[in-house]
């Protein structure tokens, strides 16, 4: 250890960044400014309103969205534009109205979930808003810790199998938030496949971060909704994915593919709620993203932008955590997070000691069900909203929050 | 009667217009491509994405609505800015979610209503979305019968007053769909007043046609916000409203309008659904609205696109079913509908007969709970979608119909 390295110094150095009276929210995952603008063209006229079924987008109807934004959606995921809805803006409300119908309707061919106790699974660290959906409506959340290759499988098999409450499990299944995980094709295959003592058993995959990658590398998932079908359980899983980091955050279009049955479901159910979705709004997104291939152009658009803030963040991680011991960090592949991983009781300690310092965190343990880290050792760090230079800054600010709340 | 008038001459008339092959959707309220080109600047570039507060409307947050966005419905609902949220979309969907909330959560200080029997009262006949989202999601309807002045107040009084279950009502204030009635200060100040058995009764207050004239007059009706506060009962009603029929029906923005408590409430459960609504559309629609008189001008517009279609199916109605026993019709002063009264026992068999002549009305029993108009005697009529020529003829075939139906 050199003298640059003494706890004293450390502290040293955090009072004099509380000096620079830094004022920084990197407490969710934010598209920046710039990124935003990659999509600009969505504000440009409109030319025409006409879909390509010769459906006026300004008008009522159209519950399952238009054909071509179907047909885009579909080629996104890689998955028939018959087994597509899109809806309006945010995936997030779609996976809301999932449970919401399951809980008073019953999915199809089953009872009201609302009539016994409903429990998730819920991988962890996970997305906190997920967690939330359950908490606020009533269903019992379980932790499932996270392996490097997806949840741990064994103990999901074991649960389902047992506990006939458990109705559902959250997966982010490509570079998953926070943990930046991928679930490797065996996992995929063993959730497709596990036996679940609930018939009506559904996996809420939220395939957020499908487009979005940071590496060189594209790392792929098999699909769950053919791994379902394969093993004879083909209305289990529900994929949600959306425009929302694609274009822009809060006026992006959100798409729901599952199977036959689902759909019908859904659309039916959605039906009640709406006369439709914002086709416009699908209409001029249709416009702007066209393919597969100009979706990937934009994405590498972004990952030019996002990599370096990563890197930047890992690099001052590097320098001033790396030879302390029990803190680890991921190296994502893609998404939108860090996990800052802190030796145990110690995460709550920095964030408070970070805020000090100008910057806001999401709070330690929100990546946990209720909250509460077991372990108070996760911290989700937020590279994408700030600019180099700032979360630069606060990279050192959270490292240095750490070393202090560590003492060492 | 003259020889014109013999049923056998309107029966040849009836088999002749069948003959025309004509081909008309009248079964939804929905605006013309003419009344939606009124709002075609929104499709035009956005000057801009920042809010007066600063926020970037691309990006996400928001749950509540932009505050210019919430000051335009504020001056428009004359509520204060502070008790409105503008969402997305649809009012359908908030009307929806308050009641999904209502159900899974309860509302501020009272248990989920899912626990027990939920009854509302429907005033009848009414709007079939409405009715729809009760028996979607388990609640019980009871008809109310409209008089000229609103819902028959003695009954509702009765009712909720000896019913616990009653834990709300549905009431089109302005201009009702599909009657066209306009509410009273009194039947206003009684629904305020009145002793309900259930704390937590709420007036699902749907003020859909509130700037949606037809005649001359632009009637009022009084706030029912200020008369529930005033009565003791803040929270008894929500207020929803939408520029669906103002600018585009499909891609418009809505707003919810109530206490500071229930918006309080609305907002934390609304956001575990959303993180946030289309601001950019809130954008579009403000610099396009502006503020009450650009609204009113843009209403005018629309009065002078819809007068001549009501006129020309009154004229109709006049022509042929005017001297027809039994057969009545109203006169709307504004919204989007006829109600077209028949004879006991003749609505389905008339819509029948029209469907044969092409022309596809809402269903008989549609504005009734369970689509069950126990006298089979309303027909919705929507004059606003066809062409001038169009539905002059549709209007015609409606009552040859109904001529045909009646043996008349």
Redesign the interface.
Known sequence: MTAADLPSQHHEQYQAFKQLGLKLDMS?G??A?EQ?DL?NA?????DG?QAVDGT???????TIGLPEARELFGKLLDVPAAQVVVD???S??LM??VI?YS???GTPGHA?W?REPVTFLCPVPGYD?HF??CE???IKMINIPMTEAGPDMDLVEKLVAEDASIKGMWCVPKYSNPGGVVYSDAVVARLAAMKTAAPDFRLMWDDAYRFHHLGEQKLEVASILDACAQAGNPDRAIVFASS?KVT????GIAALAASPANIAWWTK?AG??????????QLRHVRLLKDVATVEALMEQHRQLLKPKFEAVLAQFEHYLGEVPGVSWTRPQGGYFIDLVTPQGSAKRTVALAKEAGITLTPAGAAFPYGNDPKDSHIRIAPSFPSLEEITKAAQGIALSLRVALGA
Chains 1, 2 share one sequence.
């Open positions: 969710r934010k598209p400014p935003l999509s969505l504000m440009a006229s409109l309103y006026d987008g300004r008008n009522y109807g159209g309006s803006s945010a997030l409300s809301h109205d919401i809980l008073l309707n009201p609302v808003r939330a959906i606020a409506r009533g929302s822009w955050a809060g006026s159910h009640i709620r709406s006369i439709g979705p914002d086709k416009i709004n």
